[in-house]
């Protein structure tokens, strides 16, 4: 997968979540809503694992609602 890609994803997840702390979404909206991709979108694939890798550093979370996934930012005590 394209490293550069991935940092992209990141980066945009990073400044749409510091502009609007509460959101929250499932993958695909992150990826189709929260992400400018510079012509057509990646690979769904890019997305997930820019989540992945922010969750890992504690920036962001993932919750199950009911058979939905959803992502926000890492909330205070988790």
Known sequence: MDEHLIETAMKAIRD????RPDSADTVEGIHEWWIRWPGE?????VTREALERLQAA??????????????RARRAGR
């Open 41 to 45: 979108p990646e690979p769904l694939a």
């Open 58 to 71: 504690g920036e962001v979370e993932r919750r199950l609602i009911g058979k939905r996934e959803l992502w």
């Open 16 to 19: 749409y979540l510091r502009t």
